[in-house]
């Protein structure tokens, strides 16, 4: 089973940017579809990106035209470059692999979650 680790997280002040970083444990990894997902205290998990083996993407619509989902050249790397941050945008960020239908952004169509890292945008 591939396993996920996310990086990355941290303090920034509203305006500014982070790139989180999801490493995986296979090769294979480089033909799968890969999400990112955030989850705020007190809140549902919310559906963030989406990018395909053949680098297509979507995007949920708070975070469209500011953050960007993309694969490293060793491929098993996944990235979420963030900027722009808002407050609004603090929560806890997990990339899993899409095993659903492409263009789904429902967490039962993700498998293989990360742990997590904090991303706090300050005001």
């Known amino acids: 089973q591939v396993q996920l680790v996310e990086s990355g997280g941290g303090l920034v002040q509203a305006g500014g940017s982070l790139r989180l970083s999801c490493a995986a444990s296979?090769?294979?990894?480089?033909?799968?579809?890969m999400g990112w997902f955030r989850q705020a205290p007190g809140k549902e998990r919310e559906f963030v990106a989406a990018?395909?083996?053949?680098?297509?993407?979507y995007y949920g619509d708070s975070v469209k035209g500011r953050f960007t989902i993309s694969r490293g050249n060793a491929k098993n790397t996944v990235y979420l470059q963030m900027n722009s941050l808002k407050p609004e945008d603090t929560a806890v960020y997990y990339c899993?692999?899409?095993?659903?239908?492409?263009?789904?952004?429902?967490?039962?169509?993700?498998?293989?979650w990360g742990q997590g890292t904090q991303v706090t945008v300050s005001s």
């Open positions: 296979t090769r294979t990894f480089s033909n799968r579809n």
């Open positions: 899993a692999i899409l095993s659903g239908q492409w263009g789904s952004a429902r967490q039962t169509d993700f498998t293989s």
């Open positions: 990018l395909s083996w053949n680098s297509l993407t």
